[in-house]
């Protein structure tokens, strides 16, 4: 099992750049698929990017590739999520989750793959 809590969510101003992290506890984050999505008010949880246990593989929603960037530091058992050129239809609360399973090109982006998720840091974004 393994616990994750996010953070650096703020209020900033369209184009501005804004870094996310979630800390992971139990067991090591190497051992999982990591991901972020995001859930603005009324709207359905929405896949941000993911990235494989190595690294290597990162995959990223239409709407925020080419700005948001995906990495880990496994010896840290920390996510990060760099956002950049932020834009006002990024508002949401941001969560981070774990998937212990094997990586997958066709589902990736499914929120029933993960087992474990953050409770989630708000970012807001005006224009």
């Known amino acids: 099992q393994v616990q994750l809590v996010e953070s650096g969510g703020a209020l900033v101003q369209a184009g501005d750049s804004l870094r996310l992290s979630c800390a992971a506890s139990?067991?090591?984050?190497?051992?999982?698929?990591m991901g972020w999505f995001r859930q603005a008010p009324g709207k359905e949880r929405e896949f941000v990017a993911l990235?494989?246990?190595?690294?290597?593989?990162?995959n990223y929603s239409a709407s925020v590739k080419g700005r948001f960037t995906i990495s880990r530091d496994n010896a840290k058992n920390t996510v990060y999520l760099q956002m950049n050129t932020l834009k006002p239809e990024d508002t949401a609360v941001y969560l981070c989750?774990?998937?212990?399973?094997?990586?997958?090109?066709?589902?990736?982006?499914?929120?029933?793959?993960?087992?474990?998720w953050g409770q989630g840091t708000q970012v807001t974004v005006s224009s």
């Open positions: 989750a774990a998937d212990g399973g094997k990586y997958s090109a066709d589902d990736y982006s499914r929120s029933q793959r993960f087992d474990y």
């Open positions: 990235v494989s246990k190595n690294g290597i593989i990162r």
């Open positions: 139990g067991r090591t984050l190497s051992s999982y698929i």
